[in-house]
């Protein structure tokens, strides 16, 4: 069974850094894809960053390039999403979620997900 488990949410201000961590278990996952999403009040859940765990490739939107870097430690099943300069609008509800293959950018398409780490970012 997949388990994802996520941690290092908290309250910080405005050009602070947080480091999220998502614990995968239950599987291998060196096919799989592993995104970092994040679901504010009001709006939809998004993808900000995927990584393809077997190469460690890296994809992130827009809004968060430049600021966030996701990586993977292979031995410790883990994936981090470090969050720097952060600004009031990156506050939301960050969740990790894992897929077959290399595609990315679909909410949908993520099969597992973790149960999310508040991210509260005050000005």
């Known amino acids: 069974q997949v388990q994802l488990v996520e941690s290092g949410g908290g309250l910080v201000q405005a050009g602070d850094s947080l480091r999220l961590s998502c614990a995968a278990s239950g599987r291998t996952f060196s096919s799989y894809t592993i995104g970092w999403f994040r679901q504010a009040p009001g709006k939809e859940r998004g993808v900000v960053a995927a990584i393809r765990w077997t190469d460690g490739f890296p994809y992130y939107t827009d809004s968060v390039k430049g600021r966030f870097t996701i990586s993977r430690d292979n031995a410790k099943n883990t994936v981090y999403l470090q969050m720097n300069n952060l600004k009031p609008e990156d506050t939301a509800v960050y969740y990790c979620?894992?897929?077959?293959?290399?595609?990315?950018?679909?909410?949908?398409?993520?099969?597992?997900w973790g149960q999310g780490t508040q991210v509260t970012v005050s000005s």
């Open positions: 979620a894992a897929k077959y293959g290399t595609s990315w950018y679909k909410t949908n398409d993520y099969n597992y």
